[in-house]
């Protein structure tokens, strides 16, 4: 079966690849591209462990084939910091220990820089439905509830005690 | 390995010839969010994908004739973000957002969920109660049909195998008409309906409804029409009789199957409370009351 030829914009960088009809995005990101930071929970679109966001708006990566993202834009969990330095979304998550074993955070991370790229000041119940999508089996949500609101802060430029 | 190849047509045209010229299985592929699940589950074996995503207009919401057309792969968080749409018919809209999470919203749409067939799709009872008609494309042209002809039982539509929706019309809204959708699960989020309720109506001056449609999901082989229900609405103001009949109604038609999600009975009855709370909502709507609140 001859593969098909995709090429687009991954993390602001072109980027061309190769791939089968049924490899979906997130198959490519990892097996393909070498970008592994996208993880697979489900495969079903139930865990948001894949989150990714393909032309502004957010998507599970497993529930888009590969060749679907010919000529899109996509922003993964390594294009969130700037070189070394993190993101505020990515610190926050570190400072309020938002994060166990670590495998929801990749997908808890983009999914709440699209959160905060598209509602900058959200209430805690947004923040909640939001990622109502990204489930994790470790932290209980609340400490990630209280990096995103922190994360939201920080990035209006409102200083939190 | 299979040998699965993938189409992204630019034209009606070119999609039809697709469709028509494949010798196996070809599906069409709008989100992908139910399609991507049973490719992967081996549930489906098709031959060809054939997306229709970068077809002229099958993305978006424009105003037609007084109506609304709405794209048939337009995903959800779009139709979501149209004020006028949302404000003509938030029931139709608060249906299809209740689908999956934000991520499933950046790409669920109505035609997936009206032709993935699940009697339990949230924007389907919604989308029968607005009386939409579906747009259908093929190779014998384009014929227009009223949305309850598509779903024919659990995954299976009508349409032939060289068809698939290009767009659905939602007729003018006279004065005092809204509509509403409630689904029962027994979460808040990402549940699927133990019942979904539609119902779209219009009021005259003094409150009497004077139009309706009654949809219900989840309670037979596909979503249904409810006309008894209607009945027991129009020529009415939303009394405690009204309610009760309307309740009954929609009790007699439901013939639900027992699953984990709920047995017969709990379904019927359920049916009935959903039917008198949605219509309460699209009551207060149609009337000017602002988040209407359930009587
Ligand atoms: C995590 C998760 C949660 C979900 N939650 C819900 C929920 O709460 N409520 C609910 O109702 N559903 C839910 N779903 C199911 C699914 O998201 C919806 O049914 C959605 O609307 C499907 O739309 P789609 O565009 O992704 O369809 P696709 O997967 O692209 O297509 C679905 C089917 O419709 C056919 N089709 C698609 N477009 C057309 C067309 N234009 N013409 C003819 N046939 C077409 C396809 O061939 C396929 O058979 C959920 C799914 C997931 C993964
Ligand atoms: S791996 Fe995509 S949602 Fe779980
Ligand atoms: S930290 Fe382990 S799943 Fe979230």
């Known amino acids: 079966m001859a593969k098909s030829y995709v090429s687009a914009t991954i993390n602001g960088e072109s980027s061309e690849f190769l791939c089968e009809t049924q490899q979906t995005l997130l198959d490519v990101l990892r097996d393909v591209v070498g970008l592994t930071g996208s993880k697979e929970g489900c495969a079903s679109g139930d865990c948001g462990a894949c989150s990714v966001i393909m032309d502004g708006r957010l998507v599970c990566s497993c529930l888009v084939l590969g060749v679907e993202a010919e000529g899109t834009s996509i922003t993964t969990i390594e294009g969130i910091a700037t070189g070394e330095k993190l993101h505020p979304v990515q610190q926050k998550f570190l400072e309020h220990a938002a994060l166990q074993c670590g495998f929801c955070t990749p997908g808890l991370i983009v999914a709440t820089k699209a959160l905060l790229d598209e509602n900058p000041n959200p209430t805690e119940t947004e923040a909640r439905y939001w990622l109502a999508g990204n489930l994790c089996r470790c932290t209980g949500y609340d400490k990630v509830i209280r990096a995103v609101m922190d994360a939201a802060a920080e990035l209006r430029g409102e200083t939190v005690g | 390995m299979s040998s699965l190849s993938y189409a992204a047509p630019t034209s009606v045209d ?121 747009v259908v494309v093929g190779s014998k042209g384009r014929r227009e049909i009223p949305v309850e002809q598509i779903p024919t039982g659990p995954g299976r539509t009508s349409l032939a195998k060289d068809e698939f929706i290009l767009e659905f019309k939602l007729p003018p809204r006279p004065a005092r008409s809204s509509d509403a959708y409630l689904r029962f699960i027994p979460r808040t989020e990402m549940d699927i309906a133990v ?63 027992s699953d984990k999600r709920g047995t017969i009975e709990y379904r019927t009855k359920i049916a009935g409370v959903l039917a008198r709370r949605t219509a309460a909502i699209a009551f207060d709507r149609a009337a000017g009351i602002k988040n209407g609140k359930a009587h």
Do not use: Y
């Open chain 2, 195 to 257: 019942v979904g309720c539609g119902v779209s109506l219009t009021l005259d001056a003094k409150g009497v409804c004077t139009a309706a449609r009654v949809a219900l999901g989840a309670v037979a082989p596909t979503v249904i029409m409810v006309p008894a229900a209607a009945a027991a609405l129009i020529g009415h103001t939303l009394d405690a009789d009204t309610l009760a009949k309307l309740d009954a109604a929609a009790q007699a038609a439901a013939k639900p199957i």
């Open chain 2, 14 to 134: 070119d999609a039809v010839k697709l469709l028509a010229g494949s010798s196996g299985l070809a599906k069409v592929l709008s989100g992908g969010t139910d399609l991507l699940v049973q490719l992967r589950s081996g549930r489906v074996k098709p031959e060809l994908i054939v997306d229709t995503k970068k077809i002229p207009g099958i993305i978006g919401i424009r105003e037609e004739n007084g109506g609304f057309v709405i794209g048939a792969g337009t995903p959800g968080a779009v139709v979501e973000a149209h004020a006028g749409l949302t404000a003509a018919w938030p029931g139709l809209v608060e249906a299809l957002d209740l689908i999956g999470s934000t991520q499933i919203q950046g790409r669920c749409s109505l035609a997936g969920n009206l032709c993935n067939g699940s009697p339990a799709a949230d924007s389907v009872p919604a989308l029968f109660a607005a009386n939409a008609i579906a």
